[in-house]
């Protein structure tokens, strides 16, 4: 059983950043893949970003992102403190939402199943 946590979220202003975190419970942080998702008011919950477990040995750092993201948000890990980040720069309004952080055994995917989810933290990205 893995338990998270988010924090970090609140308000901002177009062009702000803020930084994520979500902190899990037990020893098998690392064998984890952590993703990221948000669902804004009256849509559905999407994908944000994801990064592989340790045991990753493919290209591209086992990082993927939706595209809406690329370029503005960062996902890192740091398996010695069982905490995945967001970071996120130049935030849009189209970017509120509840971010949630969830772990997956799979490797990274924004479609694959995902065992465990946090309570989720509120982003709100004014104009």
């Known amino acids: 059983q893995v338990q998270l946590v988010e924090s970090g979220g609140g308000s901002v202003q177009a062009g702000g950043s803020l930084r994520l975190s979500c902190v899990a419970s037990?020893?098998?942080?690392?064998?984890?893949?952590m993703g990221w998702f948000r669902q804004a008011p009256g849509k559905e919950r999407e994908f944000v970003a994801a990064?592989?477990?340790?045991?990753?040995?493919?290209?591209?750092?086992?990082?993927i992102y939706t595209d809406s993201v690329k370029g503005r948000f960062g996902i890192s890990r740091d398996n010695a403190k069982n905490t995945v980040y967001l970071q996120m720069n130049r935030l849009k309004p189209e970017d509120t939402a509840v971010y949630y952080c969830?772990?997956?055994?799979?490797?990274?995917?924004?479609?694959?199943?995902?065992?465990?989810w946090g309570q989720g933290t509120q982003v709100t990205v004014s104009s």
């Open positions: 037990g020893r098998t942080f690392s064998s984890y893949t």
């Open positions: 990064v592989a477990p340790i045991r990753w040995s493919g290209s591209g750092g086992g990082i």
């Open positions: 969830a772990a997956s055994r799979a490797l990274p995917s924004p479609t694959g199943v995902y065992d465990y």
